[in-house]
């Protein structure tokens, strides 16, 4: 078959998972599917298990029941670094830059398959460590470039402002080489200005390499004007999955989110 | 004993040089992986008396029960932070000094290892060195001073670990290192495996703690195990936090500093019996890490900007 790549196809599967803390059913039994090279909102009111869901594809948490397929295979209770080297990347709903490292090093860290990185390489093979760290700084400056952090690549990342932070978090999480993205909030606390700025470069990413992005978002018309799918959820369950012209009519959606808004149309 | 008795001040070196090699390890760990290690003296002396006991009990060369004993205290390393490196960092020091005090305690009550009476015998060929190494200094003119060969050894090995450390810290594998001790959830996310990197940097530290044991065997010529109490640990970080958070040189400041310091107290003439001595060492070593924290809380050489963002 030399359809994997074909659009359409799901690169992202949630089976019937669910997550339990406690006597709360924090995800009840979500399925729903992300198709490959497209943009997908997950949207729902405060607690609506968006979050956990993120953990759970992620590998910060693993299911109770139910299954996390990327690519065909399972991930679901896999560790957080294996998912990433499948090339399952994810940015954090309040960021997490490594503060007391220069934004440069932040962004060489996310190089994967480094063999700088392996002590017996260093002993053994240096000559492959420096020309992979040669051509990770190459990358790394093209996307610092790209995303206005040239001038502040020495700085300690911790000296960022909180915009610069989340663009250089997002910066960090395409140096890894994705195939999914998963953002939690990327536009929480950004000026509209970056805001837009960040979801232009992931639909050119999606345009132009193909890229697949999961993210949560609570400001409606970013999301109806930007996803080309919206799943809903609402006390850890999906009550809506389609595309946005269509969810934002569902009288299920209206019910359980766009309604206690107060500006569904 | 005058205060510019030689075989004094070598004797201090000597001690610094040692109190160096070991803090660099817990400096690995503590300073730039995020570890509180706190049973660092537990590696040195697992290392300290498998050297002892192969030479003796197993009447292997020294040459060749060195490199021995930092197998094995690598591999004791390995073993101490399989269950407890995903422990939580406060926990995880809690755990390692109940290894380093688990340890003296066995060796304290072992048959094999010799008990209160430690282990004697095991530096012949040591000796032998000295006595050689000796009479090659007597040719420049330094043959009357007998701890003068150790001191070099010491330096020598502590300016090599030194190097190394150094190396490591700006190689990409260092770099992972850093980002694990900023924030380590963050760095699974990016791909790194975590708790590989912790084993790699307790091992390692393990290592560098076998190295100053076995200067510090050579240099006391018996092992027992009140040598290994966890206050030897606590004077390391003394060590770390004078010479500053995140600082390999510092540490090699720091170390012959408090040494000198410490040391150098009983010149003063003081109505104090030797036990009352022993204590000011500790009073003073308190006085300077609280002063520290008030006034110069990244120690001398500690960078305070890495220290602040931290928080």
């Known amino acids: ?265 | 004993m005058s205060i510019f008795n030689v075989d004094f001040w070598i004797g201090v070196g000597v001690v610094s040089g040692i109190y160096g090699i070991f803090t660099l390890g817990l400096q690995l760990n503590v300073g730039f992986t995020g570890l509180i290690n706190l049973g660092q003296v537990g590696f040195m002396s697992v290392g300290a008396y498998a050297m002892g006991m192969l030479v003796v009990d197993a009447g292997w060369p020294l040459a060749l029960a060195f490199p021995a004993a930092i197998l094995i205290s690598i591999a004791t390393g390995v073993l101490v932070g399989l269950p407890t490196l995903r422990l939580r960092a406060d926990y995880f020091g809690i755990v390692t000094i109940a290894f380093s005090e688990i340890v003296r305690y066995v060796f304290q009550n072992a048959a094999f290892a010799g008990g209160n009476q430690g282990i004697l015998g095991y530096d012949a060929d040591w000796r032998v060195f000295q006595a050689w190494a000796s009479g090659r200094l007597a040719a420049i003119g330094l043959g009357e001073v007998a701890q003068l060969p150790l001191l070099v050894a010491v330096w020598a090995s502590l300016l090599l670990c030194l190097a190394a450390l150094m190396a490591l810290q700006s190689s990409p594998w260092g770099r992972v290192l850093k980002a694990i001790r900023e924030d380590e959830d963050a760095a699974a996310a990016l791909g790194k495996n975590v708790f590989a990197f912790k084993l790699q940097s307790l091992g390692l530290a393990a290592a560098l703690a076998t190295v100053a044991g076995f200067f510090l065997a050579m240099n006391v010529t018996y092992l027992y195990p009140s040598e290994f109490d966890p206050s030897f640990t606590f004077f390391g970080y003394a060590v770390l936090i004078l010479g500053g958070f995140a600082s390999y040189g510092g540490v090699v400041v720091g170390a012959v500093l408090l040494c000198a310091l410490t040391e150098g107290l009983r010149f003063l003439e003081l109505p104090l019996s030797s036990g009352q001595s022993g204590s000011l060492r500790f009073i003073i070593v308190g006085l300077i890490l609280i002063g520290l924290s008030m006034f110069r809380p990244q120690g001398l050489f500690g960078g305070k900007a890495e220290m602040q963002l931290r928080a």
Do not use: C, W
């Open chain 1, 1 to 265: 078959m030399t359809t994997t790549r074909e659009a359409g196809e799901a690169i992202l599967a949630i089976e019937a998972v669910t997550k339990r803390f406690g006597g709360l059913r924090a995800v009840d039994d979500a399925s729903f599917a992300v198709e490959r090279g497209s943009i997908t909102a997950l949207i729902g009111p405060n607690g609506a298990g968006k979050t956990t869901l993120l953990d759970l594809i992620s590998g910060y948490d693993r299911p109770d029941s139910g299954a996390v397929r990327f690519e065909g295979r399972r991930i679901d209770g896999l560790a957080v670094h294996r998912v990433a080297r499948r090339g399952v990347v994810r940015t954090f709903q309040l960021t997490r830059v490594f503060a007391a490292m220069s934004v440069r090093d932040n962004m060489l860290l996310a190089a994967q398959r480094h063999p700088g990185e392996g002590l017996h390489r260093l002993a053994f093979g240096r000559g492959s460590a420096r020309r992979a760290e040669e051509a990770a700084r190459e990358r790394a400056e093209r996307l610092m470039r790209g995303f206005a952090l040239e001038s502040k690549a020495d700085d300690y990342a911790g000296a960022l402002s909180g915009g610069q932070r989340k663009l250089l978090e997002f910066a960090r999480a395409l140096m890894t080489g994705p195939r999914l993205v998963l953002l939690d909030e990327p536009m929480a606390g950004v000026n509209r200005a970056l805001g837009a700025k960040l979801l232009d470069e992931v639909e050119r990413l999606r345009r132009e390499e193909g890229m697949t992005f999961l993210f949560i978002e609570h400001d409606i018309d970013v999301v109806m004007r930007r996803a080309d799918r919206v799943v809903v959820m609402a006390e850890g369950a999906v009550v809506a999955d389609g595309p946005p012209a269509i969810v934002r009519r569902d009288p299920r959606v209206i019910d359980a989110y766009l309604g206690r808004k107060g500006d569904a149309a």
